[in-house]
């Protein structure tokens, strides 16, 4: 029987992927979308930052550079949006990255196996294998249907997608255990606040798209 909070986190996920969709097809849709999620997410992380930081220096630089990394992100985000190919693959590697976060969870709940780290008990070795090879799968779809085409390096660009989404994940699962917290926040039922969505995708995108640039 499933359980209320996966009733929950599966009607959000297909909610988020609607968005998505409309994100894509509508500029206004992605301006307003990259405006609420860059402020929950950056509300979410100096509340983390609050509970963990206790001098005003370092919180306000730690605060200061995220607030540039999110600023910058959403503009680079925008930028490859108005132009096709560089959206399609500005896509592409979205969905490897959600599609990371999708093969960790049902990899990790499938096979279970030893803990990954301390840092986030419920990360596996099982599942971290399942976040590559969902990424991988994903990308490199992705890459056959719209360019006809397979190469090895696509392997590569996927690999380093998902080893920096999983990493993105562990840093703010270290953050939210160091600040007591098990979400971020509470704005998206059944997954938690926005960070806790978009912590892999923050790290994992950037350098996808740096992968891509520098070995295709």
Same mark, same amino acid.
């Given at each position: 029987?499933?359980?209320?909070?996966?009733?929950?986190?599966?009607?959000?996920?297909?909610? =988020?992927?609607?968005?998505?969709?409309?994100?894509?097809?509508?500029?206004?849709?992605?301006?307003? &979308?990259? @405006?609420?999620?860059?402020?929950?997410?950056?509300?979410?992380?100096?509340?983390?930052?609050?509970?963990? @930081?206790?001098?005003?220096?370092?919180?306000?630089?730690? *605060?200061?550079?995220?607030?540039?990394?999110?600023?910058?992100?959403?503009?680079?985000? +925008? $930028?490859?949006? *108005?132009? =096709?190919?560089?959206?399609?693959?500005? $896509?592409? /590697?979205?969905?490897?990255?959600?599609?990371?976060?999708?093969?960790?969870? @049902?990899?990790?709940?499938?096979?279970?196996?030893?803990?990954?780290?301390?840092? &986030?008990?419920?990360?596996?070795?099982?599942?971290?294998?399942?976040?590559? +090879?969902?990424?991988? =799968?994903?990308?490199?779809?992705?890459?056959?249907?719209?360019? *006809?085409?397979?190469?090895?390096?696509?392997?590569?660009?996927?690999?380093?997608?998902?080893? &920096?989404?999983?990493?993105?994940?562990? $840093?703010?699962?270290?953050? !939210?255990? !160091?600040?007591?917290?098990?979400?971020?926040?509470?704005?998206? %039922?059944?997954?938690?606040?926005?960070?806790?969505?978009?912590?892999?995708?923050? /790290?994992?995108? %950037?350098?996808? @798209?740096?992968?891509? =640039? +520098?070995?295709?």
């Amino acid at each position: 029987m499933i359980s209320k909070n996966l009733k929950k986190r599966l009607f959000t996920s297909i909610l =988020l992927i609607l968005l998505l969709f409309f994100i894509f097809n509508n500029n206004v849709v992605l301006v307003y &979308s990259l @405006i609420i999620m860059g402020v929950l997410s950056l509300l979410e992380f100096f509340n983390i930052c609050n509970k963990i @930081i206790k001098h005003k220096s370092l919180l306000i630089i730690s *605060n200061s550079i995220f607030i540039i990394y999110i600023s910058f992100f959403c503009l680079i985000f +925008f $930028f490859f949006s *108005n132009f =096709l190919q560089l959206k399609i693959i500005l $896509f592409t /590697l979205l969905f490897g990255c959600i599609a990371s976060d999708m093969g960790g969870y @049902i990899f990790g709940k499938l096979f279970k196996g030893p803990k990954l780290t301390k840092v &986030s008990p419920n990360k596996t070795y099982s599942g971290s294998i399942g976040s590559i +090879f969902l990424t991988t =799968l994903t990308i490199s779809g992705f890459m056959y249907y719209f360019t *006809n085409n397979f190469s090895y390096l696509i392997l590569i660009i996927a690999f380093a997608t998902s080893i &920096s989404c999983q990493i993105g994940d562990l $840093f703010f699962s270290y953050l !939210k255990r !160091k600040a007591n917290l098990k979400d971020t926040g509470n704005f998206l %039922p059944g997954h938690g606040g926005v960070l806790d969505r978009l912590d892999g995708i923050f /790290l994992g995108l %950037p350098i996808g @798209i740096i992968a891509l =640039l +520098f070995f295709y």
